[in-house]
């Protein structure tokens, strides 16, 4: 058919500019004409107006010259007439003027009717001069010839007024005309409108709805099930035939989708295998194993079986992936997998629950106690073939293991910890899995309740501890940094001190490693300069503070700027702040730590170098880096009074420090006779319980008080 072969979006195009262009032009139209019709008007009623006013305006000047001849009439004196005279001479020139206004307005038309009424008006002009110029005719009077003039004059004036009402009806009836043309055609225009839309409903009905509908119709047929059903439309070259083109591809592609539909099925059932199971060693992975043990804990549960849950962790495999790479990695990963598999029993199950992990679920008899001797005999043969060298083509690698255990039992707590589900059970192996890491490694361990209980008082532990520093908890205490010839305070060390809530006083050497294992040692430091530098605002400006540094803080180039920053707005002097940093801090990376310690320097601040002595290259340190002062390790100064090594390695570290004028602070004086050696051999700063225990802030303060140094105001 010729019209399918234009599409529907054009069809519809076409007959919108159809309508458009009827109404457009008719619009056009519509706005011509009223615009000439309300010119028309506003000119008619505008004359109108004018024309009904200046022939007022004539009838009143006659009336007014009338009036004049009356009153010469009646007034025979001189001055009277003469008035009379120059009021009726002003009255003609208005009628003239008014004449001439209104031949104006008519520009030709109403012409005949002004002309009688003009010669009308002359005689009447001229009778009147006759009627001045004698004495003592009465041709006013009624019946005389000037006032037949003045009746002829008034008569001529109402034909021309009726003339003029005559000409505004025919102008008025003509813009009425105009106006019902004006209407007749747009009931036309508005009738093709209607006439168009019907015929375009009756098109669309018939060349879009009805296919519609019949596509429709075996679409539903399609989806019951009825796969040879035709579809309609296919033949049209517009948008329906295109959609009828692709209901009969989807019509084709169910046809295909059903004659596959049983592989698919297949397909599926192999994924879901392996889903269950590990790509690379075939073992079963997490999800499946995770099911195998919920199985082994409800036959526990009911008293037919001891079960035991084996968490097999190897040690140092990173180091294969590091070394020899991941594939090398891979290849141990599948010999341990099958070593494993061939040392257990069929009743047994192994799984591979990720990275370098394994877990095995193995089955015993009634008797726990037995179960458990199994179980432990199990354990040191896997170990065992677990280190034995796996052959990576040329080479051999040895790798060992950690093994967490996990027994359940019916009514038998697991190895004094009670495991009622699958995530319990798991966490327990993991949890003796662990211990047999820090119990050396190579090794395996049973789960005990106090391991859990150990566990979870850490874990609530590293929780208050990130409390602590996140609500500022954690305080510095001072300990006196003393100039030992004048026996004054020079300074103070900040050293962290944490009091808990419930625990009390928790010692620095529990609570920092934690700290520095959670990665919280920047804001620690944080915590501890900002205390300190709010205390040191009431000291003297001469009394500096020390702070340590941990070696993780010198792989921070942000460090500098944040001490910088804190120093700012605490308002504390960098000259004020000394900070302590050990030689073992050192050595992982000296270029960051030199840049590091450089920026400190450069914005004012002291680096002292800490626990000198004790590390493997001190000399190397001293020349590569600009230590303004250097702390002997206590070890060498408590081992002075009887270790003579000792005594000699501090007299060689103060002529060395000596000689490169750096002031040296020795830690660790304890006693009135280690102080005077000290003193004797030079040694002009101290630090230790000689001089005083770290204290807090009030007591640092009161020190400075007692020993006659004001403190100042913040």
Partial sequence: MLQYKRSIYHRVVLYSLVLLSIGLTQAAADILTLHEVTQNSMALERNWAQGATLLGDIDHAVQAVRLAEVERGLDFGEPGLSMVDAEAALQRREVAAYEQRYNRLLQGGNT????????????????????????????????????????????????????????????????????????????????????????????????????????????????????????????????????????????????????????????????????????????????????????????????????????????????????????????VLCEVGRRLEASLRRNDTLARLGGDEFAIITQGGLDLQEHLEQTKRLAGRLLGIIRRPIEIGDTKTEIGASIGIASFAANVESSGGATDDVTSLLRAADIAMYRAKQSGRFTYRFFEQSMDDEMRAREALERDVAKAIADGAIRPHYQPLVDIGRQRIRGFEALARWTHPVRGAVPPDVFIPIIEQLGLTAELSNCILRHACR????????????????????????????????????????????????????????????????????????????????????????????????????????????????????????????????????????????????????????????????????????????????????
């Avoid at 504390?572 to 730590?593: G, I, K, N, Y």
């Avoid at 009135?672 to 700063?685: F, H, S």
Wanted: proline share 3%.
């Fill in 535 to 714: 205390d040191a605002r009431h000291w003297p400006a001469d009394i500096c503070v020390a702070i340590n540094i941990s070696p993780h803080e010198l792989k921070d180039d942000a460090m500098p700027l944040r001490f910088a920053k804190i120093l700012q707005e605490e308002g504390l002097p960098p000259q004020r702040l000394e900070v302590e940093v050990t030689e073992s801090a050192l050595v992982s990376d000296l270029a960051t730590a030199k840049a590091i310690l450089a920026a400190l320097q450069d914005q004012g601040m002291t680096i002292c170098l800490d626990d000198f002595g004790t590390g493997y290259s001190s000399l190397y340190h001293l020349r590569e880096l600009k230590f303004d002062k250097i702390k002997i390790d206590r070890s060498f100064v408590q081992a002075m009074r009887g270790n003579a090594e000792s005594e000699k390695i501090i007299d060689a570290i103060l002529g060395l420090t000596g000689s490169m004028n750096l002031p040296v602070v020795a830690e660790g004086i304890e006693d009135a006779v280690t102080l005077r050696m000290l003193t004797a051999k030079g040694c002009e700063l101290g630090q230790g319980y000689y001089f005083g225990k770290a204290m807090p802030a009030a007591s640092a303060t009161a020190a400075l008080l007692a020993q006659g140094t004001e403190a100042v105001s913040a």
């Fill in 112 to 331: 005949v009717q002004l002309q009688a009424f003009d010669r009308a008006w002359a005689r009447y002009q001229s009778d009147h001069d006759l009627w001045v110029q004698s004495t003592g005719d009465a041709v006013a009077l009624p019946g005389a010839k000037l006032n037949n003039d003045h009746h002829a004059t008034g008569l001529a004036l109402a034909v021309l007024v009726e003339a003029y009402q005559s000409q505004g009806v025919a102008r008025a009836a003509a813009q009425a005309r105009t106006a019902h043309r004006t209407m007749l055609l747009d009931l036309v225009a508005a009738a093709l409108c209607v006439s168009f839309v019907m015929l375009m409903q009756f098109g669309a009905r018939r060349d879009i709805v009805a296919p519609i509908q019949a596509i429709t119709e075996a679409m539903t047929l399609l989806a019951a099930g009825v796969r040879d059903t035709a579809i309609p439309g296919r033949e049209r070259r517009d948008e329906i035939g295109a959609m009828a083109a692709a209901c009969e591809v989807f019509r084709l592609n169910v046809v295909a989708l059903d004659h596959a539909h049983e592989t698919a099925r297949q397909a599926e059932e192999q994924a879901q295998l392996l889903a269950r199971h590990d790509a690379l060693t075939g073992l079963p992975n997490r999800r499946l194993f995770s099911v195998n043990l919920e199985t082994a804990l409800v036959r526990a549960q009911k008293g037919k079986s001891c079960y035991a849950l084996l968490l097999i962790d190897l040690d140092d495999f990173k180091k294969v992936n590091d070394i020899q790479g991941h594939q090398a990695g891979d290849v």
